[in-house]
Nanobody, 116 residues
């Protein structure tokens, strides 16, 4: 079973940067689409970035140009580099595979808080 563990969150000021990590166990990260989601208090979980198995990447409009998703196959890890952070980026961030999303199987996530 694929398991994903998020880390790297924290408190940062507006305009700052953070890099989130998504450690992937159970299979090779290179064979999986990986999606980053976030959930702000009182809101639904929404996707923010996706990297396909062929390394194509797509981004939600709210983060395009500020966030970058990448994969390190040697570390079996997917990263989300977040720059020029805004208070509205404050949320719990999750990474997941499409299959886990369909079966509603989620990890603990990592909290990102952007102060104004």
């Amino acid at each position: 079973q694929v398991q994903l563990v998020e880390s790297g969150g924290g408190l940062v000021q507006t305009g700052g940067s953070l890099r989130l990590s998504c450690a992937h166990t159970g299979s090779s990260v290179s064979a999986s689409d990986i999606i980053w989601y976030r959930q702000a208090p009182g809101n639904q979980r929404v996707w923010v970035a996706r990297i396909y198995a062929n390394d194509k990447t797509i981004y939600a409009a709210a983060v395009k140009g500020r966030f970058a998703i990448s994969r390190d196959n040697s570390q079996n890890t997917v990263y989300l580099q977040m720059s020029n952070l805004k208070p509205e980026d404050t949320a719990v961030y999750y990474c997941n595979t499409p299959v886990n999303v369909q079966t509603d199987n989620w990890g603990q996530g990592t909290q990102v808080t952007v102060s104004s």
